[in-house]
């Protein structure tokens, strides 16, 4: 089955400074990845997703990159403000988000003021 | 984007009880439907595929006996915790549609 690393699994930086998490995935039939904000005691929001027919993707402050070649994406988010902060999850899927996603271990992101 | 409910968002029972979870799709027919579980501090984990109409698919080592899955219509699945253990206190959550939307989650206490 599919295997997803996620690191780091904290990161810190000033507000105002970027934020890089990376992610890697083991199943090459893999080709729908989605990265997800979770706030503590709610469901995990969706904020972007690429499919493996692109490179790169992008939405306003945060963009996500994916080399299918090596098996790794990134969440890239820029200008980074408190309310950022929060637990990030990378996914990995097949049948274009059809199939249920297997999910990396998260990172807390915490915005320092 | 998609809109995706739980009801109930918590609940505690009693160890042997059942407890019912519902996950709606507000404004969007979902054929399938995806329940998840997370436990403190770590990640989602999938425990099954609900397919309208038909059988659930489980994950490897998640009881089909034990946690009921019924996708009755194109906008609602519930999932049936029977005869629930204090080591089945979770954050159950559901999701749907091909870009994965989630819901809100039930947070589950079994005493």
């Known amino acids: 089955g599919e295997n997803v690393e996620q690191h780091p699994s904290t990161l810190s930086v000033q507000e105002g400074d970027s934020a890089v998490i990376k992610c890697t995935y083991s199943d090459s039939a893999s080709n729908y990845f989605p990265w997800y904000k979770q706030e503590l005691g709610k469901g995990p929001q969706l904020i972007i997703d690429i499919r493996s027919n692109v490179g790169e993707k992008k939405d306003q402050r945060i963009a996500v990159t994916l080399n299918k070649t090596a098996k790794h994406f990134s969440l890239h988010i820029t200008e980074t403000q408190p309310e950022d902060s929060a637990v990030y999850f990378c996914a990995a899927g097949t049948g274009g988000g059809a199939d249920g996603l297997t999910f990396g271990k998260g990172t807390h992101l915490i915005i320092q003021p | 984007g998609a809109v995706v409910s739980q009801h109930p968002s918590w609940v505690i029972c009693k160890s042997g009880t059942s407890v019912k979870i519902e996950c709606r799709s507000l404004?969007?027919?979902?054929?399938?439907m995806f329940w998840y579980r997370q436990f403190p501090k770590q990640s989602l984990m999938l425990m099954a595929t609900s397919n309208e109409g038909s059988k659930a698919t489980y994950e490897q080592g998640v009881e089909k006996d034990k946690f009921l899955i019924n996708h009755a219509s194109l906008t609602l699945s519930t999932l049936t915790v029977t005869s629930a253990h204090p080591e089945d206190s979770s954050f159950y959550i559901c999701?749907?549609?091909?870009?994965?939307?989630f819901g809100p989650g039930t947070r589950l206490t079994v005493t």
């Open positions: 999701s749907a549609s091909n870009e994965q939307y």
């Open positions: 404004d969007f027919q979902a054929t399938t």
